[in-house]
């Protein structure tokens, strides 16, 4: 263990209750506990230790700030409340911010003091995001916005949210999209709640957008720039997901790994799951260490798509494995429900396994 | 550096990878292969010994060079190569003989043969097998065989010309280009070993950690090669006026196929460099799989021409489903890991 993650884990040892590891699986819903966790570790330069003092970080090497999420990993720290605050929006801010956005909206979003929504998929546009219809006029610096967003994961919740709409349009459909920083309580905004399937899966709303204003200053990124900023920002979340996939599988298989007797297949099927969980932690590592030392790495799409389906089978496995049993505890099978999520949001597979063929691969484009 | 850089082969991996791709190139071939399957004889042992390919792997105190990932890297570009050159079997029979500390350097002069049987070893190091398949076991100067007793367990270092060792069926019929021939050993009196090791039945999975390594490595350099041949066949084939590889059915499969080949390359070298027997055991079981599932994708999409003996996927089949079995079944592997990782846990 080098020092800087032992400092990190005596913060840690410092800030969780003593029976964390114990409890996880109560922890792991502690609302309180999230919030208060990515707020101390953002005061501490712990959250996104690459990044500068004042950040969130304290200014790490890529292989140092690795070795601290992989200790943090390992000691399952509370998941953040908002993830594509941190993790989606705060990039984009920090990579395509003007100073005053970065200003006023870089340290709340990373801090969690206030939460992003992200403002992609519309009812005719899911997978094909190009397709969005979500309009905005630009006149007299004020841009006019009218349209619907859907899936607008914590839109309820959220003070802002990173809107990606169609300014110009007469170009190809992905040329002409920009994004805005919407303040979601503006006038002739409305959230609906969805009601989801389970309790586990992150609530998810419609947006309505009839004539909203939004200044000229809430551009991020370039006029009709938008995919790139999109692009980017998603890349951002891929690389770095297989950290809570890999948790997330490691977790769902202990119920079986304690379990008092499996049957030989069950057994099997154990070890299959045990192979996810070590492919998905070292693709990620792999990946990262030919990153850094400059060589071709795999594509990303295979860390979506192999630590999203890692997380399906194991929690199907826990669930199978517990048989009857899983009828007197319901976080069995609403972690199933959760886990078929996975595969969907953040690129569903078929669109992952799109981009492998064709950018990987080198075969044709089109989907006949 | 911290551990995980090691994950990515730095400049001498890769420049022994290159060289041995170009190498191994040469002494390829699908024609090799073809004349080997209608019994031609295969060779090129000279060619591997004089590349210093044996001396790979080998810890430096025992007159080796190079580290396990550089041993994965120039495995996986024999396995690509599908190699007929007995460097696979000699791996596995150096490795074996290191982990288990019988091994002499003089060893490494010759082809070895490498096999996995239940037999016993008696106090005098006499050693008795009733079949064996022996990898490699045409033209080696040795066999290094692990012999699993009801108890314990022994790795043997035997002549095959020596007294009592009698070829039972010469025949290989999966993947003859790698020929498997089986043996008997000491059917009445034993057969003296020229080294014998006795260890406890737990260690078997310690000393086997390499030689799985090894077996992984070639595996999926043996997917790879077979991902890189359909993928130049659904480019070129053309069907419904266009390229076969832009349909989805096409596309989906051969992107599971290379996120397949990635995961387990990821699983070897990881396990090259822990060499911890449960790693070990989850490389091999993956490595093994993914060979057999992406050379019958290579069949599948090849059409009709898939299974005539003119095209190079039965090659890669047969290779893949030959070596997938040859250190234990897949899911006996990952039961065995599974049990590790249950004891670990409880």
Redesign the interface.
């Known amino acids: 263990m080098t020092d800087v993650t032992s400092e990190f884990e005596a913060f840690l040892d410092g800030f969780l209750p003593a029976d964390y590891a114990e409890n996880y699986r109560h922890y792991r819903r502690d609302v309180k506990l999230r919030t208060e966790y990515q707020a101390a570790a953002f005061d501490a330069g712990w959250l996104v230790p690459e990044w500068g003092p004042g950040e969130g970080g304290r200014g790490l090497s890529v292989p140092d700030a690795l070795a601290v999420k992989l200790a943090g990993a390992r000691r399952r720290v509370p998941r953040l409340m908002n993830i594509q605050g941190a993790g989606v929006a705060a990039p984009a801010i920090r990579s395509y911010g003007t100073a005053a956005q970065r200003a006023r909206l870089l340290r709340p979003a990373t801090r969690g003091d206030e939460w992003w929504a992200l403002g992609m998929s519309e009812p005719g546009a899911g997978s094909d995001l190009a397709a969005l219809r979500t309009t905005a006029t630009l006149a007299d610096g004020v841009f006019t916005v009218s349209g619907q967003k859907v899936w607008t994961t914590q839109a309820d919740e959220a003070r802002w949210c990173a809107l990606y709409v169609r300014t110009d349009p007469e170009a190809r459909p992905h040329r002409g999209i920009s994004c805005l920083i919407l303040d979601l309580r503006s006038p002739g905004v409305e959230v609906r709640p969805i009601r989801t399937a389970g309790p586990a899966v992150e609530s998810f709303c419609e947006v309505f957008l009839d004539e909203v204003k939004v200044p000229e200053e809430a551009l991020l990124g370039p006029l009709h720039g938008g995919w790139g900023v999109a692009m980017s920002s998603l890349e951002h979340e891929r690389d770095m997901i297989w950290i809570n996939t890999w948790l997330e599988t490691t977790r769902a298989l202990e119920p079986t790994l304690t379990a008092p007797e499996l049957s030989e297949h069950q057994l099997v099927r154990l070890g299959r799951s045990l192979a996810d969980a070590e492919g998905v932690r070292l693709t990620g590592l792999r990946t990262a260490a030919q990153r850094w030392a400059g060589l071709p790495s795999p594509a990303s799409s295979i860390l979506k798509l192999l630590g999203s389906e890692s997380v399906q089978r194991a929690a199907l496995l826990s669930l199978e494995s517990a048989g009857a049993r899983a009828f007197d505890d319901p976080a069995l099978f609403d972690e199933r429900l959760e886990s078929l999520a996975a595969t969907i949001y953040g690129g569903t597979s078929e669109i992952q396994r799109n981009i492998i063929a064709e950018r990987t691969l080198g075969l044709p484009k089109g989907t006949p | ?2 551990d ?7 400049e001498d991996s ?1 420049a022994l990878a290159d060289t041995a791709r170009a190498q191994f190139r040469s002494l390829r071939g699908p024609a090799v292969m073809r004349a080997a399957l209608d019994g031609g004889v295969a060779g090129g042992w000279e060619t591997v010994a004089e590349g210093g390919y044996v001396d790979i792997g080998i810890p430096e105190e025992l007159g080796g060079i190079g580290r396990m990932i550089d041993l994965v890297v120039m495995l996986e570009e024999a396995g690509r190569a599908l190699l007929t050159a007995p460097l696979l079997a000699s791996a596995l029979a150096f490795r074996t003989q290191v982990a288990a500390g019988v091994h002499r350097e003089e060893f490494r002069r010759a082809p070895a043969g490498f096999g996995i049987a239940e037999g016993v070893v008696d106090e005098g190091g006499r050693c008795r097998v009733e079949r064996v398949h022996v990898l490699g076991g045409h033209g080696a100067a040795a066999f290094t065989l692990v012999v699993q007793g009801p108890e314990q367990v022994w790795v043997v270092v035997v002549d095959p010309e020596g007294e009592g060792v009698e070829a039972v069926e010469q025949d290989t019929l999966v993947d003859p280009s790698r020929p498997l021939p089986a043996f008997r050993l000491g059917h009445k009196t034993g057969v003296a070993a020229a080294e014998w090791r006795e260890l406890a039945f737990g260690d078997l999975e310690r000393v086997l950690a390499g030689a799985r390594v090894c077996v992984a490595a070639d595996l999926v350099g043996t997917a790879a090669g077979a991902l890189d041949g359909a ?1 130049e066949h ?2 070129q084939r053309r069907q ?1 006026g ?2 076969i ?4 059915g ?3 499969q ?3 196929a ?2 397949a080949v ?6 070897v ?2 396990a090259a460099l822990s060499l911890d027997p ?2 070990c ?2 490389a091999n ?2 490595a093994a799989e993914t060979a057999v599932r992406v050379t019958s994708l290579f069949t599948q999409l090849m059409g009709a021409m898939g299974v005539t003996f003119e095209a190079d996927c039965h090659l890669f089949l047969r290779r893949a489903h030959q070596t997938a079995c040859l250190l234990g079944e897949p ?1 006996a ?7 590790i ?2 004891r670990i ?2």
């Open positions: 550096m911290t995980w850089q090691l994950l990515a082969p730095d890769l993928v659904v480019l419904f266009r390229a590889g832009a349909f989805q096409v596309k989906h051969l992107a599971d290379y996120t990635e995961r387990a390359r990821s699983l070298y990881g449960r790693d055991l989850l079981a993956v899911d592997l990952y039961l065995a890991a599974a049990r990782e249950r846990s409880r």
